[in-house]
């Protein structure tokens, strides 16, 4: 799995860029916001690589929120990588986020591909998304809610399942809540 990339760049284009990385050049997909803030010859990207029956694609990120709410959105039902890279073209993470807190059904028809019933979607399935802060250092005991609801998803458990056990946690990381949340989603 190619989890970051770092090259020269061969050629820009407002939704793709081509990085020679030592002879090799790769095709990276970058939503609109990405490739806007690209200005130096060489760049380096998080990226997620998608593999499918019939093609792999990768996927650039300058700024790791922007990965997250991509990685995130992904997993939606319905939604495919070309709409959570619009979704990145339209918003910002941090103003992704508010729309979500806020439930704004209209904002989100904005993006290219999502009409009424996607966005509905979108808006129930992430209604605990949460934007790192800028800061490194500070860890806030929401976003490591978050990452351990994700965590408890991925072992196969119901979002309101989740939810509930981990209101009921008083963990300040990850690894605490995932402790936690798992004692009481075993009773």
Do not use: W
Not at 85 to 110: G, H, W, Y
Not at 121 to 140: A, C, K, N, P
Not at 152 to 169: H, I, N, P, Q, T
Request: net charge neutral; glycine share 8%.
């Amino acid at each position: 799995m190619i989890v970051g990339i770092e090259g020269s760049i061969e050629k820009k284009e407002p939704t793709h860029l081509h990085l020679n990385v030592n002879g090799l050049i790769y095709e990276v997909f970058v939503s609109i916001n990405c490739s806007s803030k690209v200005t130096d010859k060489r760049v380096k990207l998080h990226t997620t690589h998608i593999i499918r029956e019939d093609s792999q694609a990768l996927y650039g990120f300058l700024d790791p929120n922007e990965k997250k709410l991509f990685d995130t959105v992904i997993k939606i039902n319905g939604v495919g990588p070309k709409v959570a890279l619009a979704i990145c073209s339209t918003f910002t993470p941090s103003s992704f986020a508010q729309i979500v807190s806020e439930n704004d059904v209209s904002m989100l028809k904005r993006v290219p591909g999502i009409g009424p019933k996607g966005a509905s979607r979108i808006l129930v399935e992430l209604s605990g998304f949460i934007v790192d802060d800028e800061d490194e250092g500070s860890t806030g005991g929401s976003n490591a809610t978050l990452e351990a609801a994700l965590a408890l998803e991925s072992l196969g458990f119901k979002k309101d399942v989740v939810s509930k056990a981990l209101k009921a946690c008083t963990g300040t990381n990850t690894s605490d809540l995932v402790k936690q949340a798992l004692k009481q989603l075993q009773k």
